[in-house]
């Protein structure tokens, strides 16, 4: 089992940024990849930004110049950077791991832009 807390959601003007933070614990070992999604109201999950266990990450093209992800493996963490924050970006984010049987998810952060 794989437990996920994320940490730094908030309320922030538009043009603003927050950095998200989620520590994993219980079975890191089995842990192939983490990532970041988020869901607006109405609208389906979507992948916001994911890293692999080698480091080579991929975000949605709405993410692109603006979100890094990165991970600390000693503190056995993975933060989304964000940057230049829009309305649009919304959003409950959710941690993601992926692990050699399942997919294991955190309890989300609430992340609010205001124009």
């Known amino acids: 089992q794989v437990q996920l807390v994320e940490s730094g959601g908030g309320l922030v003007q538009a043009g603003g940024s927050l950095r998200l933070s989620c520590a994993a614990s219980g079975s890191i070992f089995s842990i192939n990849a983490m990532g970041w999604y988020r869901q607006a109201p109405g609208k389906q999950r979507e992948l916001v930004a994911h890293i692999i266990t080698s480091g080579n990450t991929n975000y949605t093209d709405s993410a692109k110049g603006r979100f890094t992800i990165s991970r600390d493996n000693a503190k056995n963490t993975v933060y989304l950077q964000m940057n230049s924050l829009k309305p649009e970006d919304t959003a409950v984010y959710y941690c993601?791991?992926?692990?050699?049987?399942?997919?294991?998810w955190g309890q989300g952060t609430q992340v609010t832009v205001s124009s």
């Open positions: 993601n791991a992926d692990g050699q049987l399942r997919s294991y």
